[in-house]
Every structure is written in structure tokens, then in C-alpha cells.
């Protein structure tokens, strides 16, 4: 099942911040972010693998809650470059039957304006 | 290094006809291939996997197919392509068994079907 993600969209200026929220309503083995630059492929953000972990990427991190099912994305002094559209993929499975699938959100639109 | 390739970049297609993607991985060995499609504005919806040579599971039912010829090529394929086949298809490697690892995606194919 597609997991929800929140807002669908953010209008943002150089500089501010933002938070991306990742929500599933199966229990998650891992979550991974992606963003997507308009008519590009997606690229590989961050992994994370078990409840609480956190992890950055110079001014972007992300948190895993499992308990609560869901992660978020956190997008710190936001430059022009975070723009493009930022997608959460989750695993639901501990690999041995999903074959490592995963199941993306919608995507949630951001636009860093200077 | 791994790399994944993709094509052609972009397709126009008329209703009814054949279609042939072509995706494959280098560096790397026994990959679990994927195809994506993203509609216009969408996210990222899951069509096919392998884990090997021959083994193909379907996400969806639908007008296309996949197969698998060797271990790091991935084909997507159509006897007749309908206008609701029309958008952003995606091919994507990742780890075999690497639940922990993330997906490489290729450049992608833009398919409008006329």
C-alpha cells in the first residue's frame, strides 16, 4: 500500500526550512528519499533502517519512527538546488519475500524561490 | 562503478503498436531489476521485478509485459500500445537481496502514445 505523504507541496525562499512528512499504515522495514528534478530520474537521498535512526546529508536529514510508521525529511537553509519533487519509497518486508520492493508516496513538490 | 542504461530517451508511439524498452546494468551482478512508470505529475508506481534470468513478477495488471534475457538486461515490451500507456518509464537496479540498499535509476524513456 502507497504511503501518504504531507504537504504535496511547499513554496519556500533561500533559506528556510522545511519538513517532509512519510506516513504507511504497514508496519516499515526501511524508508528512502528520493527527489526528482523535473524530467529527470530520481536520485538517492538516504536509506534509513530501523526505528529512530536519523541520518544528514549536509543540510538535509531524515528521522525513522517505526512505532508511529512514518519518517520525515528535514530540508535546513534551503537552497535554490532543493528544489524539485521529493519522494519517500517504503519497505515492508525484511527482504526475504519482497525481493527489496518498494512502494513510493506521491511525491511532494518543492519550489526554493531566490 | 555501476551504471545503468536506458532507451531510447524519448518515444512517440501511435495507438496499436509494438513497443520495446531497453534497460541494462553494468558492474555489477545478479541485480533485482525493476520497471517504473510515472504518469504525468504522479508518483512512481511499481510495474515489474526480477530477482534473475527468466523471473518476472507483475505489480499490475495491464497491456505490457517484461522479460529478462540475461542477467543484467531488462526489457519492457507491448503487442499493442493503448493511450493510457503513455508516460515516464523508468528502469532501476538495485543489490541483489539488498533490502538496505538503494535503487539506481536509469534516465528513463518518455512514451506518448498518439
Known amino acids: 500500500q502507497q504511503p501518504v505523504q504531507s504537504p504535496q507541496a511547499v513554496i519556500l525562499r533561500e533559506g528556510e526550512d522545511a519538513v517532509i512528512n512519510c506516513s504507511s499504515s504497514k508496519a516499515l522495514y526501511s524508508v528512502h528519499w528520493y527527489r526528482q528534478k523535473h524530467g529527470e530520474a530520481p536520485v538517492f537521498l538516504m536509506i534509513l533502517l530501523k526505528g529512530g535512526e536519523q541520518k544528514g546529508h549536509e543540510k538535509i536529514s531524515a528521522s525513522f519512527n517505526e512505532k508511529k510508521q512514518q519518517s520525515s525529511l528535514y530540508l535546513t537553509a534551503s537552497q535554490l538546488s532543493y528544489s524539485g519533487t521529493y519522494f519517500c519509497?517504503?519497505?515492508?518486508?525484511?527482504?526475504?519475500?519482497?525481493?527489496?520492493?518498494?512502494?513510493f508516496g506521491q511525491g511532494t513538490i518543492l519550489t526554493v524561490h531566490p | 562503478s555501476q551504471t545503468i542504461h536506458q532507451w531510447p530517451a524519448t518515444l512517440v508511439q501511435p495507438v496499436g503498436s509494438p513497443l520495446s524498452l531497453e534497460c541494462t546494468v553494468e558492474g555489477t551482478s545478479n541485480p533485482n531489476l525493476y520497471w517504473y512508470r510515472q504518469a504525468a505529475g504522479r508518483g512512481l508506481q511499481l510495474l515489474f521485478y526480477s530477482v534473475g534470468i527468466g523471473q518476472i513478477s507483475s505489480e499490475v495488471p495491464q497491456n505490457l509485459s517484461a522479460s529478462r534475457p540475461q542477467d543484467r538486461q531488462f526489457i519492457l515490451s507491448s503487442k499493442k500500445l493503448l493511450l493510457s500507456d503513455s508516460g515516464f518509464y523508468l528502469c532501476?537496479?538495485?543489490?541483489?537481496?539488498?533490502?538496505?540498499?538503494?535503487?539506481?535509476f536509469g534516465n528513463g524513456t518518455r512514451l506518448t502514445v498518439t
Open positions: 532501476a537496479w538495485r543489490a541483489f537481496g539488498g533490502s538496505n540498499s538503494p535503487l539506481h
Open positions: 519509497g517504503t519497505g515492508i518486508n525484511a527482504g526475504g519475500t519482497s525481493y527489496g520492493k518498494l512502494t
